[in-house]
């Protein structure tokens, strides 16, 4: 079974950095793409930045040149990454990992929409919160 499981959230001042990772077991799909959603409050999961296997990448405008996306492999899993510099309050946010077909998960980050829920494959969420 899929499972994707995130740590490294937590509470910084404003200019911080902070670095998330996702461990994700037994993803059997090649061709899909890994990423980084976050959500406030009841508002829609909004796109941070995706990456393919070929380490092509898509970051949302508001992180473009302050958050780095990677990921790496061995043969059990994959470890995907998100190296946040110069944190601002508004990335305040549930921070969730997610796996799925490229059409959704880097797809939403450059037509800037939500992917269907059911689509993708996600973590259970980890906290950041920024303070000015």
């Known amino acids: 079974q899929v499972q994707l499981v995130e740590s490294g959230g937590g509470s910084v001042q404003s200019g911080e950095s902070l670095n998330l990772s996702c461990t994700i077991h037994?993803?059997?799909?090649?061709?899909?793409?890994f990423g980084w959603f976050r959500q406030v409050g009841g508002n829609e999961r909004a796109g941070v930045a995706a990456i393919d296997l070929s380490d092509r990448t898509e970051y949302a405008d508001s992180v473009q040149g302050r958050f780095t996306i990677s990921i790496s492999q061995d043969n059990t899993k994959n470890t995907l990454r998100l190296q946040m510099n110069n944190l601002k309050p508004e990335d305040t946010a549930m921070y969730y990992c997610?796996?799925?077909?490229?059409?959704?998960?880097?797809?939403?980050?450059?037509?800037?929409?939500?992917?269907?829920?059911?689509?993708?494959?996600w973590g259970q969420g980890t906290q950041v919160t920024v303070s000015s």
């Open positions: 997610a796996a799925g077909p490229c059409f959704s998960v880097m797809g939403s980050i450059v037509q800037k929409t939500t992917p269907r829920l059911e689509d993708v494959y």
């Open positions: 037994k993803y059997i799909y090649k061709s899909h793409c």
